[in-house]
């Protein structure tokens, strides 16, 4: 997938895949606006940018720019994958 955000372009195919998940997340439904999960996959640029592409159920799929802080809750359930891209300390 493809899209363009202020004026970059972010693909799915370009970019690399860094982590896979699931989010909690609104979509469409017969009764009408719902919260489900849904299956949504981390990447990043070549120039360091951070996006998600999320699957969509009974909707169309989106992709969405992340900042850094989005990052890094994402990958705190991951520890190994979160220290490859940012510094951690012991508790």
Same mark, same amino acid.
Request: glycine share 4%.
């Given at each position: 997938?493809?899209?363009?955000?202020?004026?970059?372009?972010?693909?799915?195919?370009?970019?690399?895949?860094?982590?896979?998940? $699931? #989010?909690?997340?609104?979509?469409?439904?017969?009764? !009408?606006?719902?919260?489900?999960? *849904?299956?949504? =996959? &981390?990447?990043?640029? $070549? #120039?360091?940018?951070?996006?998600?592409?999320?699957? !969509?159920?009974?909707?169309?799929? *989106?992709?969405? =720019? &992340?900042?850094?802080?989005?990052?890094?809750?994402?990958?705190?359930?991951?520890?190994?994958?979160?220290?490859?891209?940012?510094?951690?300390?012991?508790?």
């Amino acid at each position: 997938m493809r899209k363009v955000i202020k004026g970059k372009l972010y693909d799915t195919e370009r970019a690399t895949l860094i982590h896979e998940y $699931q #989010k909690y997340a609104n979509v469409n439904s017969p009764y !009408g606006h719902t919260k489900t999960w *849904v299956n949504a =996959k &981390l990447y990043k640029t $070549q #120039k360091g940018n951070w996006f998600e592409f999320v699957e !969509g159920k009974n909707t169309s799929d *989106v992709l969405n =720019k &992340l900042d850094e802080d989005n990052v890094k809750e994402i990958l705190s359930n991951d520890p190994e994958k979160y220290e490859k891209f940012f510094e951690l300390e012991d508790a």
